[in-house]
Every structure is written in C-alpha cells, then in structure tokens.
C-alpha cells in the first residue's frame, strides 16, 4: 500500500530523507509542467523544479496539513516562477522561443494522421504557446492548474493564496483570451474542412 503525502511528510519532519525523496518523486513532474507552462523554457521549468523541492524541504516545518501537500507543492512553484518572470521582466528579456512539447501536452497526432492534420497540430501548438505568454502570470498558473494538472479552484485559490472568487476569475480570463487568440486559427481549419 503507497504511503500518503501526510505520512510522507511525517516521516521526513521525524529525519526519514527517503520519504522526502517519494514526495519528489511524486510531483516533480507535475511541478516541471507548471513551471514550463509559466516560463516557457525547458531550464526556467528545472530551476522551478530544483527550487520548489529545495524550498519545500527547507520550510516542511512550516507545512500544515490544512491543504494538501500537492497544493502546497504548486503554492512554492508558482510563487518561484512568478519570481523568475518577474527577474526575467526586469532584464527584458522575455524568451521568444516556442514551447516545444517537452511538457506532456498536446502531442501531434498520430503517425497515421494526414499532413494536413499534422500541419494543424503544429499550429495549434504554437498558437497555444504564443497565446499563453499572453496571458498574465497569474492567469497562466490558475489556467495551468485547472486544465492541464486538474486542481479544484480551492486548490487554485490557495496555490495563488487569492480568494475563490479571484481564481475562478482568472481561469475564466485566461479561457476567455486563449479563446479569443485561437479563434481565427480554429476558424482557418473549419474553412479548410468546408
């Protein structure tokens, strides 16, 4: 039977570091996906990842389980990629590059796909990658957590320590302009299948 995140916890604040590495283990992953959605660079997401852990090792002291562990994890990881978007902002320089799939998303299709579908796919991609650098740093992390890591918007609020209101708020902004930004890219494909 797997150990939950609270035993974990309880074996790493009593010195048990191999709990701890279980909890990495655990949602590291997930940790990289955020930070690669926030920052948009395979190294920025890393640095997500390798800060988080370090952070969350260094404060477990200071975790209550009034929130999942998972929440908690995701709290320190957006907190950390806002801190380097913000240091990123300051020096100008923003990263142009396109994302380029190493997070679990949005995989082309099949090998049997037409050329057709493949080209789509690829736009699809980028278009979606362009649009979430449009969006705030705070819409990108409640959008990220709610549709590509499933969080509640409780969780959201407390990752992004807002209220409710405020993360139900921002995935809604976040939907709304990734609509408004893919728009002419779905409706591009539409014609073409007319």
């Excluded at 796909?113 to 278009?127: C, K, M």
Aim: hydrophobic residues 40%; negative net charge.
């Amino acid at each position: 039977m797997e150990a939950s995140d609270q035993d974990l916890v309880a074996r790493v604040q009593d010195g048990d570091r191999d709990a701890f590495r279980v909890l990495v283990d655990r949602y590291s992953r997930s940790v990289f996906r955020l930070g690669y959605r926030m920052t948009a660079t395979e190294q920025d997401a890393e640095d997500v990842v390798q800060e988080t852990f370090l952070r969350a090792y260094k404060q477990l002291h200071r975790y209550e389980s009034r929130s999942s562990f998972g929440t908690w994890i995701y709290r320190i990881a957006a907190n950390y990629a806002l801190d380097l978007l913000r240091a990123r902002e300051r020096r100008q320089e923003m990263a142009l590059e396109p994302m380029n799939g190493s997070g679990e998303r949005f995989d082309p299709p099949a090998e049997t796909a037409s050329p057709e579908g493949l080209a789509y796919a690829v736009q699809l991609r980028t278009g979606l990658d362009h649009a979430m650098r449009e969006l705030s740093p705070q819409e990108r992390v409640a959008f990220s957590l709610r549709h590509f890591e499933g969080c509640s918007i409780e969780q959201i609020a407390t990752a992004l320590e807002v209220s409710e209101t405020a993360a139900k708020n921002s995935v809604f902004r976040a939907v709304q302009k990734l609509r408004r930004s893919l728009e002419p890219l779905v409706a591009a494909a539409r014609g073409g299948v007319a």
